[in-house]
């Protein structure tokens, strides 16, 4: 499948309409707060609201409280969207990305090392955003393609401020991050995966490539991206970390460093714009220097 076929596809599975969601898949109840995988259908039940999928078929939805829209919304773009990915056949990475010179650069990390906020912060700067939170990759040509997807940013309080974003509504009371971009982005088309950059808070800024194994290790997350491949193609630890290996030998991986001293914020991240521009030139030199 080529790059633009496979994100129709993504595309034409993620529309959404309205109906009643069936809490039952694969002959059990999914319990309030949990989703499932069973075959090619998903069901995700919270409180306030529930969604179903069905390979070939739109995402369903039912909203029982209208107070929950933007759980919904955050939802969709998140945990929905990964499944999705996964019974299609893709990978999904707990990852945002920004296009530099043609290429994606995924950010990825933990929960709250900044992978939003850090790609907020490029936007301003003039770097489009591909997806935030979740990316999603084909691997089918062995070169990874990003299909972008959702691309609206949610951040805390503290980090609108920071990076200048326009902020909206607020996601919900329960989960008090804000919209912090309207959709769509400039970026429509898919995009090579151009480099992994792992992001960490630290003392002291700086950005290294990681070489051999450490690249798999890094990119080990145990989140609901890496759970619902597993649920979908029937993993098991070995055959994550196949995955894992290919990807991480595809593309180069950095980690990059960041001081949480909102002083630094602004020098930070004209740094980081700086420094991105050369990363390639940056990993062909470290893999010299390994050869000789």
């Excluded at 078929?57 to 919904?72: E, V």
């Excluded at 936007?123 to 939170?133: E, F, T, W």
């Amino acid at each position: 499948m080529r790059p633009a076929e496979a994100m129709s596809l993504m595309q034409r599975e993620t529309r959404v309409a309205h109906g009643v969601v069936d809490p039952v898949l694969g002959g059990y109840a999914v319990a309030v707060g949990h989703n499932r995988i069973v075959g090619d259908s998903f069901v995700l039940r919270e409180e306030g609201f529930a969604c179903s999928y069905r390979k070939g078929d739109c995402i369903t939805i039912q909203i029982d409280d209208p107070a929950k829209k933007g759980l919904l919304d955050l939802f969709l773009a998140g945990s929905v969207h990964s499944a999705i990915a996964a019974i299609n056949g893709f990978t999904a990475l707990h990852a945002s990305a920004v296009e530099v010179d043609g290429k994606a650069i995924a950010f990825t990390g933990p929960s709250g090392a900044g992978k939003s906020t850090t790609a907020a912060a490029l936007r301003s700067r003039g770097l489009p955003i591909v997806a935030d939170d979740t990316l999603v990759v084909d691997m089918a040509s062995g070169k990874p393609m990003c299909l972008p997807g959702h691309k609206r940013l949610k951040l805390w309080t503290d980090s609108v401020e920071m990076t200048g974003m326009p902020a909206f509504e607020l996601v919900s009371e329960d989960y008090r991050k804000v919209f912090a971009a309207e959709e769509p982005s400039e970026i429509d088309h898919p995009l090579p995966l151009g480099a992994i950059v792992v992001v960490e808070a630290g003392a002291a800024l700086a950005f290294e490539p990681v070489r051999g194994a450490a690249r798999i290790a890094l990119l080990d997350d145990d989140h609901y991206t890496s759970q619902h491949r597993i649920m979908a193609q029937g993993q098991d630890r070995a055959g994550r970390m196949k995955d894992l290996a290919r990807l991480a030998c595809a593309v180069p991986v950095f980690r990059f460093t960041r001081p949480l001293d909102p002083g630094c914020f602004a020098n930070t991240h004209d740094f980081l714009v700086g420094t991105l521009s050369g990363i390639f030139r940056m990993d062909r030199q470290g893999a010299d220097d390994q050869q000789v």
